[in-house]
């Protein structure tokens, strides 16, 4: 099935992922990074299962516009899995219970590292497998089989893209119906992973695994169009830390305007109105709120 190539931008809260919603993106993404950053911790798997859990469960909620409307699909982040293969499977079912549309888990040791760092360190490709093979069977044993486990190998910058494809490849047969390639470095690289995707098998389905393009800032790619990513068989691309980095230049802005002049007045142009604000959240003050 041609289902085009999504863009997912990263909602690291409720009202993010309203304002995600309202500009009509067809789905939202959750971010470890961004998750961890907006809790005042660096993304090295600090957090718990049930912390992501709970940011998952916020963005799905926030993302209905409207009584009885439907949520964004959700992908999240998972990192590498809370902990071995039993882990992995709970993973599953709290993100599923949580609403989130599927998941992805990485192949490094942990504590992880940001995937456009150097000094990354994988797990053994077999290892990796088997907790996608866990994944996978979990999502079977609900009653959601079309939740997607996406499987992310950061191989391309530890050992090199023949090991990243080689991976991938393995993932998929483990049951990863999608596949994340961290960290490569240009548009030819994206070209070969995707073309090397198109002879790869997910188990259980006989056909090719969908593809993920990470578009975070200021690491080792550089910004792609989503029409480029879909010319060359891309069907998701994440945006993930994106509207955190956004929002976070502005607070700083106004703090340093405050801290200074002792008033946030010069910056009331560029701040969100009380209108404005409660006309995302779907609000009209002394009128009950409850379209959830």
Known sequence: M?????MAPGAFNGLTARAVARHGFQAAYVSGAATSAAAGVPDVGLLTLDRFAAAVREVVDGSKL?????????????????????????TVVEYQHAGAAGLHLEDQVFPKRC???DGKTLIPAEQAASRIEWAAQAARDTSDPHFIICARTDARGVSGMDDAIERATLYA?????????EGLNDES???????????????DTGRPPYVLANMTEFGKTPM???DRFAEIGYHLVIFPVSTLRIAMKAVDGLLETLAAEGTV???LGRMQTRAELYDLLGYTPGEPWSFR
Not at 2 to 6: K, L, N, P
Not at 69 to 85: H, N, Q, R
Not at 173 to 181: L, T, V
Not at 189 to 199: D, G, I, K, L, Q
């Open 2 to 6: 041609d289902v085009g190539c999504v």
């Open 66 to 90: 409207s009584a009885g409307a439907p949520a964004l699909p959700v992908i999240a982040d998972a990192d590498t899995g809370f902990g071995e293969e039993e882990m992995t499977r709970r």
């Open 115 to 117: 995937g456009h760092l």
């Open 173 to 181: 047969k483990a049951g990863a119906s999608m596949i994340f390639p």
């Open 189 to 203: 690289e994206f070209e070969t992973f995707a073309e090397a995707m198109r002879n790869a098998t997910v188990a």
């Open 224 to 226: 792609i169009p989503r």
């Open 265 to 267: 007045e010069p910056t």
